[in-house]
């Protein structure tokens, strides 16, 4: 989470002269190409597991189109209003688990969700009278948000299927995902234009932003593979503590006295999930017809 402000601000700056698909395409495929470098250091294979590749292919465009959404929404307003809709996805991704992977949600849990969620809308507080270009920007960050969290709890999902060996490992998801992902942009990107950006991997900025990509990417399957879906889903919200130093420094975008009161509710909901009650590492094992469902709710 301390990453991800770092790489969505380059985003933001590389979205200026590029379209929004252009940058995350190119995000990913430099996220795909720092993987393949790891994975040929380590000698590890890059495995595709053939039972899962329908569920691939849908995590992969749903967390691209979420992506895209976010970069869209950062073009539009300041940092810290689109971080702020797009945490949407920590009460999606609580209320999914709840539903599709039956964690059990003690009441400390889901008011430390709440808590975080106050904090952030404190945060990304929307005006009473706000251009269409800022509705814009806010809608299409919550939309992003919410793909965002049916794409964490698929995720989960997923981890669940490889305790019978049927799924990849983190980092060949990371590699497989991020390669895909920015295939399936790539070609929209060039019909819809704006492709000023010459020799983008010849550039630091790109070259940080798929190092930086790489690592929230893996960091995120990693954490999501060995951990409750709704006990990871409320510390999303610290995207918003590390999200407004990196707009006031690149963006000159400074907190004033409400978003200081968001960030400290953001914290206090971080620490009434910590202190709720410990669930196991994963989900029960679920029936024959249940687990058929929630498979294709992971790959719907």
Known sequence: MALTPLGDGLSRIAAESSSPLLVTAMRYLGAGGVGLVVTCALARPVHVPRHDRAGIVMRTALVMAAMTLLVEALTLVPLATATGGFLIAPVAATVLSALVLRERLGPMRWAGTLVALAGAVLIARPSLDVSPGHLLGAGAATLGGLLLGIWLVATRLAAFRRRQGVVADPLSTL???????????????????????????????????GVLTAACHFLTVTAYSRSEASLLSPFLYANLAFAVPVGSVWFGEWPDPPTLLGLVAIGAGGLLSLRSERQASLPPPLPNDAEAGATGAQTG
Do not use: D, H, I, K
């Open 175 to 209: 590699v497989v995902q991020s390669l895909l992902g920015g295939a399936m942009l790539l070609p929209l990107a060039l019909c819809a234009g704006r492709t000023e950006m010459a020799a983008p991997f010849a550039t630091w900025p790109m070259l940080s932003l």
